[in-house]
């Protein structure tokens, strides 16, 4: 799947027209090829995530809808700059705990970590995922989903998306890679940078399918 990561500088005086532009894009729900989009916000920023199947899906509807809801919402006008980046997912590195009793309901958070990685440190990385991402995860309290991405064009460059029950901090990437511990004979030195957003999720912003609405978002598509 394709995930567009949009981040929108929006002054104080401006959350409220922005907010309230935000339902014009409820028109692209049912289009072809699009799964679902949240987001909420950051100290500074609104931020969004959203999912689509492919990417010959999104830019159809770039092409033919997108600059017409843009203009339909204003926020054009309520941003100071609006920045996306896209993403595809990872096959099979997904994380779903949304049928354990402590991710009932819908979650309230969502998080992002952008990162990467150091030169050479692949197949460490890919080894770190099998023994001390996934399993972490998959015990981890209050999580619903995360999933694995890598930028569609800057090698090195990955994002961790995952949504989490209110009650709970988010475990983070870097707090699994602390010193000290190994891959036999490796010591761990796998990442060049790394920024973990966290996100309060603004319900009226969600869109998506009623899998999505009912358990948070993506729906339960796999990864391709």
């Known amino acids: 799947m394709l995930l567009k990561l949009i981040r929108c500088d929006v002054p104080a005086e401006r959350r409220e027209a922005f907010a309230e532009g935000q339902r014009a894009w409820a028109a692209i729900e049912g289009l072809p090829g699009f799964v679902a989009q949240g987001g909420g916000w950051t100290t500074d920023q609104a931020m969004l995530a959203a999912w689509w199947s492919d990417w010959d899906s999104y830019a159809s509807f770039r092409a033919q809808k997108h600059d017409e809801l843009l203009a339909r919402s204003s926020h054009g006008l309520a941003c100071d700059r609006i920045e996306s980046s896209y993403w595809e997912t990872v096959a099979d590195e997904l ?56 930028h569609r064009k800057r090698p090195g460059r990955y994002l961790i998306w995952s949504t989490w029950s ?59």
């Open 166 to 224: 209110g009650s709970v901090r988010p475990l983070s990437l870097a707090s699994l890679l602390q010193p000290g511990y190994r891959i036999p004979q490796r010591r761990l030195q796998l990442l060049r940078s790394h920024e973990a957003v966290r996100i309060p999720l603004e319900a009226t912003w969600q869109i998506g399918d009623e899998l999505a609405r009912k358990s948070g978002f993506p729906s339960h598509a796999k990864p391709s």
């Open 95 to 150: 994380v779903d705990r949304r049928e354990n009793p402590d991710a009932s309901g819908s979650p309230a958070n969502l998080q992002i970590e952008e990162f990467e990685l150091g030169p050479g440190c692949l197949p460490e990385f890919r080894e770190f995922l099998t023994w001390r991402w996934r399993p972490s995860l998959a015990s981890a309290s209050g999580l619903h989903e995360a999933r694995l991405c890598r």
